[in-house]
């Protein structure tokens, strides 16, 4: 078989506008399961927002992974072992809280099984609260009430403003820590070294499957680096055109079963 592994982001890849997995795409990936071809769920999403996820598509019993906070945690779903994990510079986050604060805009983290943020009701607060079905916590000492350690940071807020605080602390930050974005409202702010293809090469690595044997899908800029890295490099249509531009192909949106294409074409047709 040509493909053991399909890593997938979540938002706007495996699930549609509604979060949620559909009949055709789940069917498709219990039959990869089935061929025996591990699935990886790669997402700038904190564990706790990926699990259900992993329990609906059963990678508990079919040897598959979670890799949370944009890669900066590795969890073998077969016996919730942590693989690998990175955590955030404390001496950093003040940094991303004074330069949030500076523009206006928001910024949270995740404690236990809720997340901290500096304004509960913000609308894009709100966004990864839903996303994640986590509840929220307003912080309003936000660095004083920090329970540390923590694996990345996210500043949320109206996209043109966002941007220039990302160049800014791009600037500021260079050799520091990696900041990307995985939605034109949401800042990744995530340790050094920290992106889906390094954390996805680890993976590899131990399990003995080289980069050609996987597939990579996704539609956000924080899925770059996995859609370069990977055998099969797989964008969907609802990607940004520089995104698709990248990739080696592209399939139909995340509300049109884009992945259960990919897998039915690359993976069952075999």
Not at 70 to 89: H, S
Not at 146 to 152: A, T
Request: proline share 3%.
């Amino acid at each position: 078989m040509k493909y053991k592994m399909i890593v997938l982001d979540l938002d706007g890849t495996l699930t549609n506008n509604k979060k949620k997995i559909t009949p055709k795409t789940k069917e498709a990936l219990m039959q990869a399961q089935a061929k025996g071809v591990h699935i990886v769920l790669a997402s700038g999403r904190p564990t706790y927002g990926i699990i259900p996820l992993a329990e609906e598509l059963e990678l508990k019993t079919h040897g598959g992974f979670i890799l949370a906070y944009n890669g900066g945690k590795i969890i073998d779903c077969t016996n919730n072992r942590v693989l690998f994990e990175q955590k955030l510079d404390e001496k950093l986050v003040p940094m991303l809280y004074e330069g949030a604060k500076k523009a206006g805009l928001q910024i949270l983290t995740y404690q236990g099984e809720g997340i901290a943020a500096t304004q509960k009701d913000d609308k894009y607060v709100q966004i990864e609260a839903h996303i994640n079905k986590m509840p929220v916590v307003q912080y309003d000492d936000f660095l004083r009430q920090l329970v540390y350690p923590i694996n990345k940071c996210l500043i949320v807020g109206e996209p043109t403003k966002l941007h220039q605080l990302e160049l800014s602390l791009l600037a500021q930050l260079k050799g520091q820590m990696e900041l990307y974005r995985s939605a034109d409202y949401f800042l990744e702010c995530v340790p050094l070294g920290i992106d889906k293809a390094q954390s996805l090469n680890r993976l590899i690595t131990t399990l003995g499957i080289t980069k050609e044997e996987v597939i990579a899908c996704g539609d956000g800029y924080n899925d770059l680096s996995m859609i370069r890295f990977a055998g099969l490099g797989v964008a969907m249509a609802n990607a940004a055109k520089d995104i698709q531009s990248e990739a080696d192909y592209v399939t139909l949106s995340n509300e049109e079963d884009g992945v259960a294409h990919v897998v039915e074409q690359f993976i069952l047709a075999e």
